[in-house]
């Protein structure tokens, strides 16, 4: 099945290609694993898939098999979420667990070489997470804000010790908003309750200062009053409202989306924060009255911001305007292809037209010419990291992709493998000249001989090297 839309005026070509393959149980929400790999939970909630491309590369006709549940007592939805720089994959909180609206506290890691989850201990206090923010910080370290207060908590992956960071300055709580980490390390947001604020966090400094305002209103009224939860019911949650995911693009600006703005309905604004300058801007309206309220969104790689509208359709970015393409109903996540795997009842993958600008990709500069089967090697270079997190929804399930994978191909059969990726020396974005670093196991079985090797980060390959595997 393929669905071709053509626009003219925009010279975009956009392909919608479904899975040969479908998840048995769908797809809610999708993760890339540093060994080419990618885990899916399904529609279900309590099982979870990972697919494996075949072994030309092609992840339209990969394959599906199941892998571990979660700890008992442990099946949520709207959850906080990112791949960390070891590889491993952490899970935290979710607004529902089970179906029942309870803002868990519980939270797992899932280990994809031993295929375990081991559970995680909630912070000190905090008896409630639900869907928070989160980001991995370029040291590493995984900060998570509480969804009731404005409280900060961080995580070593090493140790799963949660250690308390200040929140000097947050001028309102830590509900719906996204949070898009900069090429300095700091991360914006853009306020829900205290719309049309933005504000950024320094974790170096410790606090969090005014970006200013967004000009236009981003967020949605709340519909709701008071939320029932807790013990008996006996607590209160006032949404804010919801917001848009918000995307850095190659030129250093972040792409702010918005939920509907009043009546119910759309239209969504949209505003444009310049990380260089400071300065916001007013982005294009969504076309036909729609908005992006609790939607996904990724960076393509030639860098316009795919975002899917609450009406179903996909629109694409390009820094000017937004262009209306194919129906996406679902989570969308970008795969080291270039295309976007398009979640929901019906897995398909998104491609764009247009291409990367060369100075985005990464670039190999020491790398071993030999390398053997089952064996761990070091790669350092530039840009390892991509130039964006590449992913975002209106606030929690965060599924970012800035983190390097390496392929090799075959010169003989031309047949695809992926290395399993660990322990990145930064998990920042737009690292510039700096040099860079991870390391990569060679699978055990691929095959051997004169070969060639990329780094490929947010979809965006190296320029291949020549290696030999033995």
Not at 6 to 30: E, F, N, Y
Not at 190 to 218: F, M, R
Not at 350 to 363: F, I, L, N, V
Request: hydrophobic letters at 35%; one cysteine or more; aromatic letters at 10%.
């Amino acid at each position: 099945m393929m669905v071709l839309l053509a626009v003219s005026a925009a010279s975009l070509a956009q392909t919608v290609t479904a899975l040969k393959h479908q998840p048995p149980d769908g797809v809610g929400i999708s993760f890339q694993l540093t060994d080419g790999t990618v885990l899916v939970q399904g529609n279900g909630g309590g099982d979870w898939w990972k697919l494996t491309p075949d072994n030309t590369g092609s992840y339209v006709n990969g394959t599906w098999t199941q892998v571990a549940s979660l700890p008992a007592g442990y099946s949520p939805y709207a959850f906080a979420s990112a791949v960390l720089a070891d590889g491993r994959l952490i899970i935290e909180g979710g607004e529902y667990n089970f179906g029942n609206f309870d803002l868990t506290n519980l939270g797992a890691i899932y280990d994809p070489k031993a295929n375990t989850w081991t559970a995680v201990a909630p912070p000190k206090n905090w008896s409630y997470i639900g869907d928070s923010p989160s980001v991995v910080l370029p040291n590493g370290k995984y900060l998570i804000g509480n969804k009731l207060t404005k409280q900060l908590r961080q995580l070593d992956p090493k140790t799963l010790k949660w250690t308390s960071l200040p929140s000097k300055g947050k001028k309102d709580f830590d509900s719906e908003e996204g949070w898009t980490l900069l090429s300095n390390g700091t991360i914006l947001t853009a306020d829900v309750k205290k719309a049309p604020n933005s504000e950024i966090y320094d974790p170096v400094a410790k606090q969090w200062t005014s970006a200013g305002s967004t000009i236009v209103d981003l967020h949605s009224p709340s519909p709701f009053g008071c939320i029932p939860y807790g013990p008996g019911g006996t607590l209160c949650y006032y949404p804010p409202g919801e917001i848009g995911p918000q995307i850095l693009r190659p030129d250093g600006t972040v792409f702010v989306t918005g939920s509907y703005t009043k009546g119910g309905s759309g239209p969504g604004n949209t505003a444009i924060y310049d990380s260089l300058t400071g300065k916001w801007t007013v982005g294009p309206t969504f076309p036909n009255g729609d908005n992006a309220g609790d939607s996904f969104a990724a960076l393509l790689p030639n860098g316009n911001v795919l975002v899917e509208g609450d009406s179903g359709t996909s629109y694409e970015f390009d820094g000017t305007k937004l262009t209306p393409g194919p129906q996406t109903f679902g989570s969308l996540m970008v795969l080291p292809t270039g295309e976007v795997l398009v979640g929901g009842g019906r897995t398909a993958v998104y491609t764009s037209s247009g291409t990367y600008q060369t100075s985005w990709a990464p670039a190999l500069s020491t790398y071993p010419s030999t390398i053997t089967r089952g064996s761990t090697y070091p790669i350092s270079g530039t840009q390892f990291n991509g130039l964006s997190q590449a992913a975002a929804f209106g606030d929690e399930l965060e599924t970012a992709t800035n983190y390097p994978l390496v392929r090799i191909t075959n010169n003989s059969t031309h047949h695809v493998f992926y290395a399993r990726t660990h322990d990145h020396s930064t998990m920042g974005v737009a690292t510039g000249s700096a040099t860079v670093s991870t390391n990569f196991d060679v699978p055990a079985t691929m095959e051997t001989g004169p070969s060639t090797l990329e780094v490929v980060a947010n979809g965006i390959p190296s320029v291949a090297v020549s290696v030999t595997v033995q």
